[in-house]
């Protein structure tokens, strides 16, 4: 397994995310169609790494996996575009 810690990573991005804002003075708000977004995407994450684990544990993992499916997900896109 890769030295990859999604938790760390999302952090990390929020944390820049939320310093730029700042200093650009632009206020972001997510709607409730992101939410949405997110809440669909975490259940079809869910579903598939449920459906494909081996054991009760893999499961569990799964479950956790579903919850940080951007991380994964663009870390996968930037992987296949070579950055």
Same mark, same amino acid.
């Given at each position: ?29 997510? #709607?409730?169609? &992101? %939410? =949405?977004? *997110? @809440?669909? #995407?975490?259940? &079809? %994450? =869910?579903? *598939? @790494? ?34």
């Amino acid at each position: 397994m890769s030295d990859f810690n999604a938790g760390k990573f999302a952090k990390n991005v929020k944390k820049k995310v939320k310093k730029n804002l700042k200093k650009s003075k632009v206020n972001v708000e997510v #709607g409730k169609s &992101g %939410s =949405a977004f *997110y @809440f669909l #995407g975490m259940v &079809g %994450s =869910a579903i *598939y @790494f449920i459906s494909t684990a081996d054991g009760f544990w893999d499961g569990v993992l799964g479950v956790l996996k579903s919850l940080v499916w951007p991380a994964f997900l663009i870390f996968e896109a930037l992987s296949a575009i070579g950055a």
